[in-house]
């Protein structure tokens, strides 16, 4: 078989989009969910489009993932702790310094950029390696924007649309270096988690831009480790 970074699948990328762009519709356009209350069921349901679609075009064009769970890391618990744990601990203690709760939401989150990315970075962004990587970027971003399904011309819309351009190009760098979900999920969901924050204190902010800091510090430092190993588990 062809390496899927040698040519772009047209095929594969049109099944991957109709089904992600369908379960999106379904999930977040109708009533569908009219009967399953907010909360962790509820948010993993209207993100899980990307990964099952995804999941589909894998097996039903026999593509092998360039993303994995855990990447290059050979060691599986530090990747957990620093980008699934850190936050979570960190925004749990926060809310419940200020409200008496441990927030809970922060693991619906990462779950959720999970999903996404399986999608996002784990098939279309290797499905369009061919490409020039500003073109790759771009076209990720659009697909990711159109895949939110908001259309209204809005200056709210075109800031989405410029972060969500800058996040395609950052968490390119990540996929690029890391070859890992976990870390993808992390990144994809620090703004999520920001956004999704009843009380968006400066205690807060500082945290996350504090955590956000120790993962490119730990990206920049272990990568004399991890791009070796990258080297050997994903030729180029």
């Keep these: 078989m062809t390496p899927q970074k040698d040519k772009i699948r047209v095929g594969a990328i049109v099944t991957f989009y109709v ?13 569908l969910l009219q009967y399953i209350p907010t909360g962790f069921l509820k948010i993993i349901i209207q993100g899980i489009g990307p990964a099952i679609a995804a999941l589909i075009v894998f097996l039903a064009f026999r593509i092998k993932p360039t993303q994995t769970l855990w990447g290059n890391y050979s060691n599986k618990i530090v990747p957990v702790l620093l980008f699934w744990g850190l936050p979570f601990l960190a925004v749990g203690i ?24 399986m999608g996002w970075r784990g ?15 771009f ?20 800031s989405f649309f410029l972060i969500l351009l800058f996040s395609s190009w950052g968490l390119y760098a990540v996929a690029d270096k890391t070859h890992s979900l976990i870390a993808l999920s ?3 969901a620090i703004y999520d988690i920001y956004s999704a924050a009843d ?9 996350l831009i504090a955590i956000f800091c120790i993962w490119i ?17 994903y030729p180029h």
């Design 19 to 31: 089904i992600a762009i369908a379960l999106r519709y379904a999930t977040n356009k109708t009533s």
């Design 186 to 188: 992390a990144f994809h």
């Design 94 to 117: 926060i809310t419940w310094i200020y409200k008496g709760t441990f927030n809970t939401v922060t693991f619906s989150i990462l779950i959720y950029g999970l999903l996404e990315e």
């Design 139 to 158: 076209i990720v971003a659009v697909l990711w924007f159109i895949w939110h399904l908001n259309f209204e011309l809005s200056s709210a819309n075109l």
């Design 123 to 137: 098939f279309l962004q290797p499905a369009l390696s061919s490409l020039p990587k500003f073109a790759n970027i």
């Design 217 to 233: 510090g730990y990206l920049v430092y272990t990568k004399k480790v991890i791009t070796p190993v990258a080297s050997k588990l």
């Design 199 to 207: 009380n968006k204190s400066p205690v807060l902010s500082v945290t």
